[in-house]
């Protein structure tokens, strides 16, 4: 089994799970060294997973959050206003990803909640670091989208709506 799917596979089995799952017990189940699982747990920390770590093992903290996959359309010019908007109205970007026809899925973790994390992100696109991911599939992109409340999301969807973000269905 490749790493990353070893990763996903940990992120499944500790959201099913109530109790605690030991470094062993993970270690067994996917036939690695505890070390690996240790070392798998911290990526999936950084990568933006609420993984707790106990002394009978792990848990991953579920999101009471509402949740929902938007399919958006813009210009670069237009990511700020975008971004702002669903942060003004309670939401958190919780990612960006698109659907490359030879990589399949590319995905970031973004976690965006505030206006000041916007500057953040932005100032790192400007800098020249690096382009966003939607210039690869012609401004088409995804963001899962996190809020308090269905009620939420639904107004967050009607401000993209109105803004001509969301991509319509066909």
């Known amino acids: 089994m490749k790493a990353d799917d070893r990763r996903k596979e940990i992120v499944s089995l500790l959201m099913s799970e109530e109790n605690p799952t ?4 993970l270690a067994g189940r996917f036939g690695v ?3 690996i699982i240790v070392q798998d747990i911290s990526i999936l920390k950084a990568a933006g997973f609420q993984i707790i770590s106990t002394h009978s093992g792990y848990l991953i903290h579920r999101t ?4 929902k996959v938007f399919k958006v359309r813009h210009t670069s010019g237009q990511t700020e206003d975008e971004l702002n908007l669903i942060v003004d109205l309670g939401g958190t970007v919780a990612d960006v990803f698109v659907w490359h026809k030879v990589y399949g899925k590319v995905e970031a973790k973004l976690n965006i909640s505030s206006r000041f994390h916007v500057r953040q992100f932005l100032e ?39 803004e001509l973000y969301i991509v319509p269905e066909k």
């Open 22 to 25: 030991s470094g062993t017990a």
């Open 33 to 35: 060294s505890r070390q």
């Open 64 to 67: 009471p959050l509402a949740e």
């Open 124 to 162: 790192g696109i400007r800098s020249g670091k690096s382009t966003e991911l939607m210039h690869i599939t012609d401004g088409y992109h995804y963001h899962t989208i996190r809020a308090e409340s269905e009620e939420i999301l639904d107004q967050i969807e009607n401000a993209l709506i109105r």
